[in-house]
């Protein structure tokens, strides 16, 4: 059965950076888009981005832009998203999720890892 | 940007028959799709591309869409499905976006 398992929760300085891990199992990895979602305790869901393990190619929300990177490692069928410049409003749980559909615009999240808690304090 | 508006609670009596709306310019156009969320779990699929449901997600879940209005109806609501709900389209653009969530109170 499809598989996203996420790193384990992280304590993070202000400032610091942080790279949250996304290990995919049962099926292709490069066959289906990789997007990363966040929540704030008692918020909705937010979209970071999304990148294409097949190309690498990659696409980011605005508000993220300039200090976020997603990448992935085929050969471990993992995919990646880190963080820098972190501040306390950076504090949520942070998920993977994969994408899937034949129609273009119609696509859905099929797939959600565990989500990782990432708090930022000092 | 691209908007998707929730009511951010909704109540219904077991047994009784829940809608959740989302509204968005011109959303019939597009394909909108509904995830639960239970306390300190990851969302769950539960209709895609307005209307469909995946394997194991029970036949009280159903969706339409039209106009600016997708609606997720659960009939025969139970204790169980007491969870918060999204919605989510795709812009214009192609980027993804998340109504801000209705939680279902069942009482």
């Known amino acids: 059965q499809v598989q996203l398992v996420q790193s384990g929760a992280e304590v993070k300085m202000p400032g610091a950076s942080v790279k949250v891990s996304c290990k995919a199992s049962?099926?292709?990895?490069?066959?289906?888009?990789i997007h990363w979602v966040r929540q704030a305790t008692g918020q909705g869901l937010e979209c970071m981005g999304w990148?294409?393990?097949?190309?690498?190619?990659?696409g980011y929300a605005q508000k993220f832009q300039g200090r976020i990177t997603m990448t992935r490692n085929t050969s471990i069928s993992t995919a990646s998203m880190e963080l820098s410049s972190l501040r306390s409003e950076d504090t949520a749980v942070y998920y993977c999720?994969?994408?899937?559909?034949?129609?273009?615009?119609?696509?859905?999240?099929?797939?959600w890892g565990q989500g990782t808690l990432i708090t930022v304090s000092s | 940007s691209y908007e998707l508006t929730q009511p951010p609670s909704v109540s219904v009596s077991p047994g009784q028959t829940a809608s959740i709306t989302c509204s968005g310019d011109?959303?019939?156009?597009?394909?909108a799709s509904w995830y639960q969320q239970s306390p300190g779990q990851s969302p769950v699929l539960v209709i895609y591309?307005?209307?469909k449901r995946p394997s194991g997600i029970p036949e009280r879940f159903s969706g339409s869409n039209s106009g600016n209005t997708a609606t997720l109806t659960i009939s025969g609501t139970q204790a169980m499905d007491e969870a918060d709900y999204y919605c989510?389209?795709?812009?214009?653009?192609?980027?993804?976006?998340f109504g801000g969530g209705t939680k279902l109170t069942v009482l």
């Open positions: 999720a994969r994408v899937t559909g034949s129609i273009a615009a119609a696509e859905y999240f099929d797939s």
């Open positions: 049962g099926y292709t990895f490069t066959s289906y888009d």
């Open positions: 990148i294409n393990p097949n190309s690498g190619n990659t």
């Open positions: 011109k959303l019939g156009d597009k394909y």
């Open positions: 989510q389209a795709w812009d214009s653009r192609s980027h993804v976006v």
């Open positions: 591309q307005d209307g």
